[in-house]
């Protein structure tokens, strides 16, 4: 005759095959936790203005969690490989697609357009991610080839335009790009990952025209409080 203790075994091994499936997997019925954050107080600005050369304009010290719309325009595109420009973060290179980076590599150059350029200031610890949008978008997974083997096709109407985070342009030239969203890859452009600011710090968001057609685009920002 089974034991009771037995009994009690088989009666909770039984109820759990029975029962487990309502609780599995366990968080299945929780929210996502971006559909659960506060929204951010936002600004939207329209024809924002835009300079090449110094720290851009001005978005302030920013005081507490807070999203911006930027509507702009990219003039005179071109990139010049072999220019100089601030120094560019390096990225892995995986040569043979295994999965595994067996290299690691920077960008080498600097845009031979206008740069349109917004600083803000972080008067709280903060995250700042960005994502960039444009008209004349790339119609498939990637943007129009950089060098085109002919005047027309994608390459007569399709935009690239390039995102990136970098320090305060200063006249000793020692600026560097804090983050950068890659080239001719990707419509919208993103830094999901963003960079961590603490208070006081200042980032300079960069948008550049990589090649082709000027466009209209809107600059997307978000700084989260840590």
């Known amino acids: 005759m089974p034991s009771k203790r037995f009994s009690l075994a088989l009666s909770l091994v039984l109820f759990l095959g029975v029962s487990g499936c309502d609780f599995w997997p366990l968080f299945e019925h929780l929210p996502d936790p971006e559909s659960v954050r506060s929204p951010l107080p936002t600004v939207e600005i329209n024809e924002t203005s835009t300079s090449s050369s110094e720290g851009g304009q001005p978005l302030g010290e920013i005081?507490?969690?807070?999203?911006?719309?930027?509507?702009?325009?990219?003039?005179?595109?071109?990139?010049?490989?072999?220019?100089?420009?601030?120094?560019?973060?390096?990225?892995?290179?995986?040569?043979?697609?295994?999965?595994?980076?067996?290299?690691?590599?920077?960008?080498?150059?600097?845009?031979?357009?206008?740069?349109?350029?917004?600083?803000?200031?972080?008067?709280?610890?903060?995250?700042?991610?960005?994502?960039?949008?444009w008209a004349n978008a790339p119609q498939g997974p990637e943007n129009a080839p950089y060098r085109p083997d002919a005047a027309d096709g994608v390459w007569s109407t399709e935009s690239d335009l390039d995102l990136f985070f970098q320090t305060v342009p200063e006249a000793t030239g020692n600026t560097?790009?804090?983050?950068?969203?890659?080239?001719?890859?990707?419509?919208?452009?993103?830094?999901?990952?963003?960079?961590?600011?603490g208070v006081g710090e200042t980032v300079v968001v960069g948008v550049a025209c990589h090649h082709q057609l000027a466009t209209d685009y809107e600059l997307r920002l978000w700084l989260r409080p840590l």
């Open 63 to 133: 005081a507490q969690g807070q999203a911006f719309i930027l509507r702009g325009r990219a003039e005179n595109c071109g990139f010049t490989p072999g220019a100089q420009g601030p120094s560019w973060p390096a990225h892995p290179v995986d040569s043979d697609g295994d999965g595994f980076a067996e290299s690691s590599r920077a960008r080498q150059g600097w845009y031979s357009g206008e740069v349109d350029r917004y600083q803000l200031t972080a008067g709280i610890a903060a995250r700042l991610t960005s994502e960039l949008w």
């Open 176 to 197: 560097v790009v804090l983050g950068d969203s890659g080239v001719s890859s990707r419509h919208p452009e993103a830094l999901p990952a963003g960079v961590v600011l």
